[in-house]
C-alpha cells in the first residue's frame, strides 16, 4: 500500500487539512495549528517532505496539481469512511486549496485559501508575472535578501529597491533552504496558475477568499478579492498581513475557525 504524502497531524474533532505556503514547509505555523486543535483533528500537509527530511534533495519544478493531488491523496488516508474535511491554505498553499476543491469538491466541507498569489485572474496578470520573474532573476543574480526586498516591494507596488552589494547563492544552495526552493522551484509556476473558475462557481459556497488587514491596497489583497468576485465566493479579512498566520496565531485562529463554518456545515467523522 502506498504510504500517505507526508504530514503531521494534531489535536481531536472534524478533520482540518492544512497547506502551507512558500515550498510547503511547516515551519512557524506551529501556535496556529496548536489552537486550531481544540477545534479540529489537524492535519498539515508538507508537500515536499522538506521537514521530514527532504531538505537538500533534489526538487523538480513544482506543479500546483501536484500538490492538490497529494493533498487528495492525504485526505483519502486520513478520513474515515464517508467522512469530510475542511480545507485552509495560504499564499501557494492557498492556489493548491483552489485546485483541491476545483478538483475533488465531494469531500470537502468549506475551503479557505488566504492570500493566494493567483495573479492570472487580474487585468494586469502580465506585469504581475513580469514581477515576479525579476524576483527569481534576482535570486539567482544577488541572493535571497535582494529577491525578498523585490518581492516586497512588488506585493507592495512599491517601486523596486536598489541593487546592493550581490551575494548569489553558490551552486545546489537553492535546494537547501525553504526560501530557496520557493524561489527556483514554486513561485514562477504557481503564479502562472489559472483558478477553473467554472469548477470554483459551482461549489462556490463551499469557498472563501480571505485577505490581511494589513494587506489592504496591496497586490495580494486585490487578487483575493477579485478571485472571490470570479468565483461567486465569499471574502472574509485576517488579522495581519500576508503572514498573518504566523505573526497572529490566536486572533488568526479565531477568524479561520469562523470562515470554515459559514457554509453552515459540519464535517461527518
Known amino acids: ?6 504530514h503531521d497531524v494534531t489535536g481531536s474533532g472534524p478533520v482540518l487539512l492544512v497547506l502551507p505556503g512558500g515550498a510547503g514547509h511547516p515551519m512557524g505555523l506551529g501556535p496556529l495549528t496548536e489552537r486550531l486543535a481544540a477545534h479540529f483533528t489537524v492535519v498539515t500537509y508538507d508537500p515536499l517532505g522538506l521537514a521530514h527530511g527532504r531538505l537538500g534533495l533534489p526538487v523538480p519544478e513544482q506543479r500546483v496539481a501536484d500538490w492538490s493531488e497529494g493533498a487528495h491523496r492525504l485526505l483519502e488516508a486520513v478520513l474515515p469512511k464517508g467522512g469530510s474535511a475542511y480545507v485552509f491554505g495560504t499564499s501557494s498553499g492557498g492556489i493548491a486549496a483552489l485546485d ?9 466541507v468549506h475551503v479557505v485559501a488566504h492570500e493566494p498569489p493567483v495573479v492570472q485572474v487580474l487585468p494586469d496578470a502580465d506585469r504581475q508575472r513580469t514581477m515576479f520573474a525579476e524576483v527569481a532573476d534576482t535570486y539567482r543574480a544577488a541572493g535571497s535578501r535582494a529577491a525578498g526586498a523585490r518581492l516586497a ?7 523596486a529597491p536598489e541593487a546592493g552589494e550581490a551575494q548569489p547563492p553558490i551552486p545546489g544552495e537553492e535546494l537547501t533552504t525553504p526560501m530557496g526552493i520557493f524561489l527556483t522551484r514554486v513561485l514562477l509556476p504557481f503564479t502562472a496558475y489559472v483558478p477553473d473558475t467554472a469548477a470554483l462557481r459551482s461549489v462556490s459556497a463551499r469557498l472563501t477568499l480571505g485577505a490581511g488587514t494589513g494587506s489592504r491596497g496591496r497586490l495580494l489583497h486585490r487578487t483575493a478579492v477579485t478571485a472571490a468576485e470570479s468565483a461567486g465566493a465569499a471574502f472574509t479579512e485576517f488579522p495581519g498581513g500576508h503572514l498573518g498566520a504566523l505573526e497572529h496565531p490566536e486572533e488568526f485562529a479565531r477568524c479561520l475557525v469562523d470562515a470554515l463554518h459559514s457554509s453552515g456545515s459540519r464535517a461527518a467523522g
Request: no cysteine; hydrophobic share 30%.
Open 153 to 159: 516591494a512588488g506585493l507592495d507596488g512599491t517601486p
Open 1 to 6: 500500500m502506498t504510504e500517505p504524502p507526508h
Open 100 to 108: 483541491l476543491l476545483a478538483r475533488h469538491p465531494g469531500r470537502l
